[in-house]
C-alpha cells in the first residue's frame, strides 16, 4: 500500500511538475516574444518618426542649395521603405484589426509622400537649373540693356522675382514674373546665343514648373503622416498595455503552480535531481568550451583536428575577410567583434546545407569549412557563392552599414589549412581573382608572370612606338554622311592591335598612364593635321587635374592653332567633377580656341544632369548602355528621348553610342538623335 501510495505521489509530483514546467515555458516565451515585439515596434516607429523629420530636411536642403545632391534623400527613402514593410510584415499589424487599420492609414500616407519626394526630385532638377542658369546670365548682362532703363528694370525685376520666388518657396511671385516675361519678348530674338531669349527661356521654364514644385514641397512637409504616425503609436500602446496584463496574469497563475510544488516536493530527490543537472551541464559545459570558439560559437582549431581525422576525401576552403585590421583599427575592436560573429551567421545560414559541412574559426579574421566530398564540387561555383553571400548581406553595426568581402583559398590536399593557405596568398597577390584552389602541378606564379608580360608589353610599346589612336566614325542620322571620327586608343601585341582598356589599371599603377594619354593626344593632332577631318579626342578627369597632361595639350594647341576648329574633347568620368571652377575655366580656355566640348557616357547618373547645366558644352554622348536597351527598354526609351529634348532646349547635339544593329538605329532615328556611332555603322580604324 506503502509502495502504491509513494508511486501515486511520484505521479503527482512529475504531473504537477509537467504543469509547472509547461506554465514556465508558456511564460518565458510568451514574456520574451513581448517585450522583444515591443521594443522591436517602438524603435521602427521611433526610426520612421526622425526618418519622416531627416526626409523633409533633405528636402529642403536640397530645394535650398543649389549643389545638393540626392544620396541622402534617396538613402532615407529607401530606410523608410524598409521600415514600412518591416511593420506592414509584423505579426501585431497584422492580426489586431485596429492596428492594421491605422497602420494602413498611415502607409497610404506615406506612400503618396515617397510618391512626393519623387516628383520633387524632378521638378527641383528642373528648377534648380533654370536658377542655376539665370544667376550665370547675371554676369552676362550685355551693356546695351543696362544702358537702358526699361529692358534693365525688367531683366533685374525677373531675375529678382525668380531668385525671391525660388528662396520664400512663394508662388505670389509668379504673376510679376509671367508680366516680365511678356514685357520683354518683343526685344528678344530668336538666335539662341541671344541674351534675352536665353533668360526668357529659362524663365519660362521655372514658371510653369514653379507651381507644381510648390505643391510637392507641401505635399511632403505636411503632418498628416506624423500625427497618423502618433495615433499608431497610441494603439500600440493600448494592444501592448493588454497583453502585459495577460501576461500578469499568467505570472499568477505560475506562482501557484511553483507554491504547490515547493510545498510536495521532497528535499532529497530535489537536491538529487539538481546535483545530477548541475553536473551533466557542467560536463557538456566544458566539453562544448574545449571545442568551440567563444567568440562566435563556431568550432575552433581544436574540434578541426579532431574532425579531420574522420574526412576520407576532405573539401576545404579557407575564408578570409579582406582588409579586417583595418576595420579593428579604424572603427575599434567592438565592431572588429561583431564582424567576426556575423560573418560567422552569414556562413552558417547560407551555406546549402546539402554539402553537409562544418564551420570553424581558425585565426583572427579566418574561417574554415569543411566537407566530406562524397560527389564532385565544383570550387569555381562554391567559392563564387560564398563570395556572392557577402556581396548580397552587407553587415550593420548601428548606424553603419560596412560591405564586406573575402578572399578564399581552397585544397582537396593534406594538409588542408597548410595548402588552403597557399592558394589564398595566392588569391590575395592577384589583382583579378578572389579565390584560388590549390594546385599541386601549379607554382602560383602565373599571375605574376602574366603582370610581368603586361608590364613589358605596356614599356615596349611605349618605347617601340606601339601605341596609336584607331578611329571609329560618328555620322550624321540625317544624311547618313560621316561628319568626325573618335579617337580610340590601341596597343600592339602579338602581332596585332587591341583595346588598351585591360592595361590601363596597370598602367596608373606604374605611372605610365600620363605617357600613354600625351602619345595618343600628339598621334590624333597627327592625323586631324594630315586627313583634315574633325575627330573627338577622350580626356578623362585625372587629365584634366594633371598639370604635365594641361601643358603638354597647351604645347600641341600652340603649335597647330590652325587644327582647332577640328578637335572636340570628350570629358570622360563626369560623375566625377568636383571642382566645377577648374573645369569651367578648362573648357572656357578650349572653347575660346574654337573646340568643341562634348560629355561622354551621358545619362549613367544623377549628377550628369547638375554638371551638364554648370558647363558650356556643345555635344552629349548618351550612354551605350541607355542605347542598347531602345529596342527592348520602354523606360530607357523615355530616358533617351527625355535628355534629347532637354539637349535641343539648351542648343546641345546627341549623340548616340553602341549602336550595334539596325533596330538600334531605326529607334535613335525615331527619337531624333542628331548622330550616331557602333559597331553596325563602322568599326574602329586607321586613318594614316
Not at 540693356?145 to 525660388?166: A, C, E
Not at 546641345?652 to 544593329?661: H, K, L, N, Q
Request: charged fraction near 25%; include cysteine.
Amino acid at each position: 500500500m506503502s509502495t502504491l501510495r509513494r508511486n501515486l505521489q511520484l505521479f503527482l509530483l512529475f504531473f504537477l511538475g509537467g504543469v509547472g514546467i509547461f506554465l514556465f515555458w508558456l511564460y518565458e516565451s510568451s514574456t520574451q516574444e513581448f517585450f522583444k515585439t515591443r521594443s522591436t515596434i517602438s524603435k521602427e516607429i521611433d526610426h520612421l518618426f526622425h526618418k519622416e523629420l531627416f526626409l523633409n530636411y533633405e528636402v529642403l536642403k536640397s530645394s535650398f542649395f543649389l549643389y545638393h545632391s540626392y544620396d541622402a534623400l534617396t538613402s532615407i527613402q529607401k530606410e523608410i521603405e524598409t521600415l514600412l514593410q518591416a511593420l506592414a510584415s509584423s505579426k501585431i499589424i497584422t492580426q489586431d484589426k485596429k492596428t492594421k487599420e491605422v497602420f494602413e492609414r498611415y502607409n497610404a500616407i506615406m506612400q503618396a509622400k515617397l510618391n512626393a519626394v519623387e516628383e520633387f526630385k524632378r521638378y527641383n532638377a528642373m528648377i534648380k537649373t533654370s536658377v542655376t542658369y539665370i544667376i550665370t546670365l547675371l554676369h552676362k548682362i550685355p551693356q546695351n540693356i543696362l544702358q537702358d532703363r526699361k529692358k534693365s528694370r525688367y531683366v533685374l525685376n525677373l531675375i529678382g522675382d525668380i531668385l525671391f520666388s525660388k528662396n520664400s518657396l512663394d508662388t505670389d511671385f509668379l504673376p510679376s514674373i509671367k508680366e516680365n516675361i511678356e514685357l520683354l519678348k518683343p526685344f528678344a530674338t530668336k538666335k539662341p546665343t541671344d541674351f534675352l531669349s536665353r533668360l526668357i527661356l529659362h524663365a519660362t521654364l521655372f514658371e510653369r514648373s514653379f507651381a507644381q514644385y510648390k505643391q510637392t514641397v507641401d505635399t511632403i512637409m505636411d503632418k498628416k503622416s506624423l500625427y497618423t504616425l502618433q495615433r499608431l503609436e497610441s494603439v500600440l500602446a493600448e494592444y501592448f498595455k493588454y497583453h502585459h496584463h495577460k501576461l500578469q496574469k499568467l505570472l499568477h497563475l505560475l506562482l501557484f503552480f511553483y507554491l504547490v510544488l515547493l510545498l510536495m516536493i521532497s528535499y532529497f530527490i530535489y537536491r538529487l535531481h539538481q546535483e545530477n543537472q548541475r553536473l551533466e551541464k557542467l560536463k557538456t559545459k566544458f566539453r562544448h568550451f574545449s571545442i568551440t570558439d567563444d567568440l562566435t560559437g563556431l568550432y575552433n582549431r581544436r574540434a578541426y583536428k579532431q574532425d579531420i581525422r574522420k574526412y576520407k576525401k576532405p573539401f576545404f576552403a579557407l575564408v578570409d575577410i579582406d582588409r579586417f585590421k583595418h576595420y579593428n583599427d579604424f572603427y575599434g575592436n567592438k565592431v572588429g567583434d561583431h564582424i567576426l560573429r556575423q560573418c560567422a551567421k552569414l556562413l552558417q545560414n547560407h551555406i546549402p546545407k546539402k554539402f553537409d559541412f562544418r564551420l570553424y574559426r581558425l585565426g583572427a579574421d579566418e574561417f574554415g569549412i569543411l566537407i566530406e566530398e562524397h560527389d564532385h564540387i565544383d570550387a569555381d561555383a562554391f567559392a563564387k557563392m560564398i563570395l556572392d553571400i557577402f556581396k548580397r548581406n552587407k553587415i550593420r553595426f548601428k548606424n553603419i552599414e560596412l560591405a564586406i568581402s573575402v578572399s578564399i583559398g581552397m585544397s582537396k590536399k593534406r594538409p588542408l589549412i597548410e595548402t588552403a593557405d597557399m592558394a589564398l596568398r595566392s588569391a590575395k597577390n592577384s589583382p583579378y581573382k578572389k579565390y584560388a584552389l590549390f594546385d599541386p602541378r601549379s607554382n602560383y606564379f602565373t599571375k605574376i608572370k602574366e603582370n610581368l608580360k603586361r608590364s613589358k608589353i605596356i614599356q615596349e610599346a611605349i618605347e617601340q612606338d606601339n601605341l596609336l589612336p584607331f578611329f571609329q566614325a560618328i555620322i550624321s542620322n540625317t544624311t547618313g554622311a560621316i561628319v568626325k571620327y573618335e579617337a580610340l586608343a590601341r596597343i600592339y601585341v602579338d602581332g596585332k592591335y587591341e583595346s588598351i582598356y585591360p592595361y590601363l589599371p596597370l598602367a596608373k599603377e606604374m605611372g605610365l598612364y600620363p605617357q600613354i594619354t600625351k602619345t595618343i593626344l600628339a598621334k590624333s593632332f597627327e592625323a586631324v593635321q594630315k586627313v583634315q577631318k574633325p575627330i573627338s579626342i577622350n580626356l578623362a578627369m585625372n587629365d584634366i587635374e594633371n598639370p604635365e597632361i594641361l601643358n603638354y595639350l597647351g604645347e600641341l594647341l600652340e603649335r597647330h592653332p590652325q587644327l582647332t576648329s577640328f578637335i572636340t574633347f570628350e570629358i570622360l568620368e563626369s560623375e566625377t567633377l568636383k571642382d566645377y571652377r577648374a573645369v569651367q575655366n578648362f573648357i572656357s580656355i578650349l572653347k575660346a580656341k574654337g573646340i568643341q566640348i562634348a560629355i561622354d557616357d551621358f545619362g549613367s547618373g544623377y549628377s550628369n544632369f547638375a554638371h551638364i547645366f554648370n558647363l558650356d558644352i556643345d555635344i552629349i554622348k548618351i550612354d551605350g548602355s541607355l542605347i542598347q536597351q531602345l529596342p527592348t527598354n520602354p523606360n530607357a526609351k523615355k530616358v533617351v528621348q527625355t535628355i534629347h529634348n532637354l539637349a535641343k532646349e539648351f542648343g546641345i547635339e546627341t549623340v548616340a553610342e553602341f549602336v550595334s544593329d539596325e533596330k538600334i538605329f531605326e529607334e535613335v532615328k525615331k527619337i531624333g538623335i542628331d548622330y550616331s556611332q557602333g559597331y553596325y555603322l563602322e568599326k574602329p580604324k586607321k586613318l594614316i
